[in-house]
Structures are given as C-alpha cells and as structure tokens.
C-alpha cells in the first residue's frame, strides 16, 4: 500500500468521515474513498473553485499570505480543504458524528 493510500485509508478511519477525494489543479479527481463516481465528480468541480477564491480574497487582504485550510459547514456535511500548489484534498464529514 502506497503512503497515499495509506494516509487515505488513517483519514477515512476518523469518526464522522464519509469521503476523502484528492484533486489536481485542473479540476480532475486523483484518488477518492467515495463509492459513487457522481459524487466525487460533484465535490471535485466545485470545491476547488470556491478554494481558488479562497485563496485569492487572502491574497488581496495580505499579498504576503496565501490559503492552507478552508472549513465549511452545513447542517449536514462539514467539508475541510486543504489547498496545496499541486492538488487539493477534500475531506467530507457529518458534523454531528465527529463531536
């Protein structure tokens, strides 16, 4: 098992966790824990487009910064970004099993 996978595998392990879904710059899902393609495809074309703008309304506050985490959260679902120069990872968790 690659390293990866394996810190797939430790993350999906966490109490709350429904999916883990790593994408590329371009939008393209690498790796994900999720079952249904669908959803995947659905988290991968939008959650790195609101982390882009994100990462650019910290830049305009402070061009010396940039964005590492995002956290957002709904009644039902709480989704963590992590946005790197080449990918970003996407964990989705229900709130109310993690507390």
């Keep these: 098992m690659s390293d990866i996978e394996s810190t797939l595998t430790r993350i999906q392990g966490h109490k709350g966790v429904i999916g883990v879904i790593i994408v590329n710059n371009q939008?393209?899902?690498?790796?994900s824990t999720f079952e249904h393609d669908a959803m995947t495809k659905q988290y991968a074309d939008l959650i790195p487009s609101l982390a882009d703008l994100a990462r650019n309304l910290v830049r305009d506050l402070d061009p010396q910064n940039d964005l590492e985490f995002l956290r957002i959260r709904s009644h039902k679902h709480e989704i963590m970004v992590a946005a790197k120069d080449d990918f970003v990872l996407l964990v989705i968790q229900d709130p109310s099993a993690s507390a």
């Design 27 to 31: 939008g393209v899902p690498l790796r």
